[in-house]
């Protein structure tokens, strides 16, 4: 028996019979779209009578048990009023048909016109024009910049704030354009941060593989924020807060009696960080001891400090006799003696931690708890010691440096840009976390965090105001949370109040409240007892420690 044949669309050729099956589309979605424009009036009075409909419906349930009565009989009777009056049929179905067409239009608003004013177009335009000589090129068929050209052709995406400044700047150049290298792109950052409105900070982000740019005006970062209890875990450290944008997370932090949530900048130290050892530079006055005297506070929640005060202006003189605080030196003979101790207890850390891997037990508790070494202005000791011929404070932080990471020892050095080339390279190869504070020029920010900062300067510069960076990661706006010294008589009573209440108890039985005498506090010496063992083993902080 012969088979019938197959219908000739799934017989014909797929390239060949695709051409009528697209043709069939094309009429039937042209009689649909015709259908749709003939039975438009029809459709908006059925989308009246329902509306109609529903609000009848809605009205009836609204009405009590009592009224629904009377109601219905004002109805019928309305009913019979229309049909005895001449016409009146008619009229009421001309009238509930022009009621039902009017609320069954559609309403769906009209777009308002969302492009700029006179004065921002004109701005953008002269913002484009301002580009050309550094995005245009000869024999380009096809310029995207020129000086007859549209700046709608080059500007994706654009706002502008209340003052009519830009805000938010999306733009896109020609592959062309040397994104790779930095002077060309300083010149087109430092062009738009001049038409944009100077005194404001701006962000750049360069997309060099869809060679776009996009310009963001940054807000402040807060400096109501004083030092606090912040919610971390044991190995974390806030150094400031920075923008939403540039981290994924947010700490609860009070100002006054207001709660909110910041993005902070958390350093991690420990024997798993990658960073274990910070350093800060800036200009005098940028923040720096407070930087130091914030961290210093924090590291006393968990472990002890020892404070090198390198300035010797008693900036630290708060943190003497504190429980956790191991000394605070600030002549060189103490900071020679206590740099020394903390070399040897560097290495008695790693000789205990060895010793107890080996036997299979847990390091003791003495040499796992976290050690912070704080100094500040180091290279002013190194000086004094080169003239009157004596070691280098900076040769005993290498054994802290180079083995702090395994043995627990936490190095957080602070200097000035005037003596940062007195700094030694042990100390300059280890500390991977790295802080900018103040005022600083583009060079200097790359020097001191390898890479320059993504945003403008600024030209008035709050007190701990700068950058970070934490190894390799990328730069970070930062702002240091108020952390003055309490014992100052310039210091805010709500500082005061916020730095004394982070203070542990004092070892004596001086009170948080009293201040130091005139003189000061005398410093804290590491150096050996006379009342010491024959061993050798020395009272430090409370603690027996063996040099």
Same mark, same amino acid.
């Given at each position: 028996?012969?088979?019938?044949?197959?219908?000739?669309?799934?017989?014909?050729n797929?390239?060949?019979?695709?051409?009528?099956?697209?043709r069939?589309?094309?009429?039937?979605?042209?009689?649909a779209?015709?259908?749709?424009?003939?039975?438009?009036?029809?459709?908006?009075?059925?989308?009246?009578?329902?509306?109609?409909?529903v609000?009848?419906?809605?009205?009836?349930?609204?009405?009590?048990?009592?009224?629904?009565?009377?109601l219905?009989?004002?109805?019928a009777?309305?009913?019979?009023?229309?049909?005895l009056v001449?016409?009146?049929?008619l009229?009421?179905?001309?009238?509930?048909?022009?009621?039902?067409?009017?609320l069954?239009?559609?309403?769906t608003?009209?777009?308002?016109?969302?492009?700029?004013?006179?004065?921002?177009?004109?701005?953008l335009?002269?913002?484009?024009?301002?580009?050309?000589?550094?995005?245009?090129?000869?024999?380009?068929?096809?310029?995207?910049?020129?000086?007859?050209?549209?700046?709608?052709?080059a500007?994706?995406?654009?706002a502008?704030?209340?003052?009519?400044?830009?805000?938010?700047?999306?733009?896109?150049?020609?592959?062309?354009?040397?994104?790779?290298?930095?002077?060309?792109?300083?010149?087109?950052e430092?062009?738009l941060?001049?038409?944009?409105?100077?005194?404001?900070?701006?962000?750049?982000?360069?997309?060099?593989e869809?060679?776009?740019l996009?310009?963001?005006?940054?807000?402040?970062?807060?400096?109501?924020?004083?030092?606090?209890?912040?919610?971390?875990?044991?190995?974390?450290?806030?150094?400031?807060?920075?923008?939403?944008a540039?981290?994924?997370?947010?700490?609860?932090?009070?100002?006054?009696?207001v709660?909110?949530?910041?993005?902070?900048v958390?350093?991690?130290?420990?024997?798993?960080?990658?960073?274990?050892?910070?350093?800060a530079?800036?200009?005098?006055?940028?923040?720096?001891t407070?930087?130091?005297?914030?961290?210093?506070?924090?590291?006393?929640?968990?472990?002890?400090?020892l404070?090198?005060?390198?300035?010797?202006?008693?900036e630290?003189?708060?943190?003497?006799?504190?429980?956790?605080?191991?000394?605070?030196?600030?002549?060189?003979?103490?900071?020679?003696?206590?740099?020394e101790?903390?070399?040897?207890?560097?290495?008695?850390?790693?000789?205990?931690?060895?010793?107890?891997?080996?036997?299979?037990? $847990?390091?003791? +508790?003495?040499? =796992?708890?976290? @050690?912070?070494?704080?100094?500040? !202005?180091?290279? &002013?000791?190194?000086?004094? #010691?080169?003239?009157?011929g004596?070691?280098?404070?900076?040769r005993?932080?290498?054994?802290?440096?180079?083995?702090g990471?395994?043995?627990?020892?936490?190095?957080?050095?602070?200097?000035?840009?005037?003596?940062?080339?007195?700094?030694s390279?042990?100390?300059?190869?280890?500390?991977?976390?790295?802080?900018?504070?103040?005022?600083?020029?583009a060079?200097?920010v790359?020097?001191?965090l390898?890479?320059?900062p993504?945003?403008t300067?600024?030209?008035?510069?709050?007190?701990g105001?700068?950058?970070?960076?934490?190894?390799?990661?990328?730069?970070?706006r930062?702002?240091?949370?108020?952390?003055?010294?309490?014992?100052?008589?310039? $210091?805010g009573? +709500?500082?005061? =109040?916020?730095? @004394?209440?982070l203070?542990?108890? !004092?070892?004596? &039985?001086?009170?948080?409240? #009293?201040?130091?005498?005139?003189?000061?506090?005398?410093?804290?010496?590491?150096?050996k007892?006379?009342?010491?063992?024959?061993?050798?083993?020395?009272?430090?902080?409370?603690?027996?420690?063996?040099?």
């Amino acid at each position: 028996m012969a088979r019938r044949p197959l219908p000739r669309i799934l017989t014909g050729n797929p390239l060949s019979g695709s051409a009528p099956i697209a043709r069939g589309r094309e009429l039937a979605r042209s009689a649909a779209d015709g259908a749709a424009d003939v039975l438009h009036p029809l459709i908006t009075i059925s989308r009246g009578l329902r509306r109609l409909a529903v609000a009848a419906r809605g009205r009836w349930a609204a009405t009590s048990k009592e009224q629904r009565g009377p109601l219905g009989f004002l109805a019928a009777g309305s009913v019979l009023l229309v049909t005895l009056v001449p016409y009146g049929p008619l009229l009421a179905v001309i009238g509930v048909t022009a009621a039902a067409a009017w609320l069954g239009r559609d309403r769906t608003p009209v777009a308002e016109d969302s492009g700029p004013s006179e004065a921002e177009a004109e701005r953008l335009q002269a913002l484009y024009e301002a580009l050309v000589p550094h995005f245009f090129a000869e024999g380009d068929p096809a310029p995207l910049y020129s000086h007859d050209g549209d700046w709608q052709q080059a500007f994706c995406e654009h706002a502008f704030d209340d003052d009519g400044r830009p805000a938010r700047l999306h733009l896109k150049y020609p592959a062309y354009f040397p994104d790779g290298d930095d002077g060309a792109r300083t010149a087109v950052e430092q062009l738009l941060h001049a038409k944009s409105g100077r005194g404001r900070e701006y962000r750049f982000d360069w997309d060099e593989e869809a060679n776009q740019l996009v310009l963001t005006a940054l807000g402040p970062l807060p400096t109501d924020l004083a030092a606090q209890r912040f919610v971390t875990s044991p190995g974390e450290t806030v150094l400031g807060f920075t923008d939403a944008a540039s981290v994924q997370r947010t700490l609860p932090v009070v100002c006054g009696k207001v709660p909110r949530d910041e993005p902070p900048v958390v350093w991690r130290t420990g024997r798993r960080s990658t960073e274990p050892h910070l350093l800060a530079l800036g200009q005098p006055g940028a923040g720096g001891t407070t930087l130091l005297r914030s961290l210093a506070l924090q590291a006393l929640q968990h472990g002890d400090v020892l404070v090198v005060d390198g300035g010797g202006t008693g900036e630290f003189g708060c943190l003497v006799g504190r429980r956790g605080v191991l000394a605070v030196e600030s002549q060189l003979t103490g900071v020679l003696a206590a740099l020394e101790w903390a070399a040897h207890e560097t290495e008695r850390r790693l000789v205990a931690a060895n010793r107890a891997q080996q036997a299979g037990r $847990t390091a003791p +508790a003495d040499s =796992r708890r976290p @050690l912070w070494i704080v100094a500040d !202005r180091l290279t &002013a000791l190194s000086h004094l #010691a080169a003239v009157e011929g004596r070691d280098d404070p900076q040769r005993l932080l290498q054994v802290p440096l180079r083995h702090g990471r395994a043995a627990g020892v936490t190095v957080a050095a602070a200097d000035q840009f005037e003596t940062a080339e007195l700094l030694s390279d042990p100390v300059r190869a280890h500390t991977k976390a790295r802080v900018v504070l103040g005022p600083a020029t583009a060079e200097e920010v790359r020097a001191v965090l390898g890479v320059p900062p993504h945003t403008t300067p600024l030209g008035q510069v709050p007190p701990g105001r700068g950058y970070a960076r934490l190894g390799t990661g990328p730069v970070l706006r930062l702002q240091v949370p108020a952390t003055p010294d309490p014992y100052d008589e310039a $210091t805010g009573e +709500a500082h005061r =109040r916020a730095v @004394l209440a982070l203070l542990p108890e !004092r070892t004596g &039985a001086a009170q948080d409240d #009293a201040r130091p005498a005139a003189g000061g506090p005398g410093p804290v010496s590491l150096a050996k007892h006379p009342d010491a063992d024959d061993d050798g083993a020395a009272s430090v902080g409370g603690r027996r420690t063996t040099p």
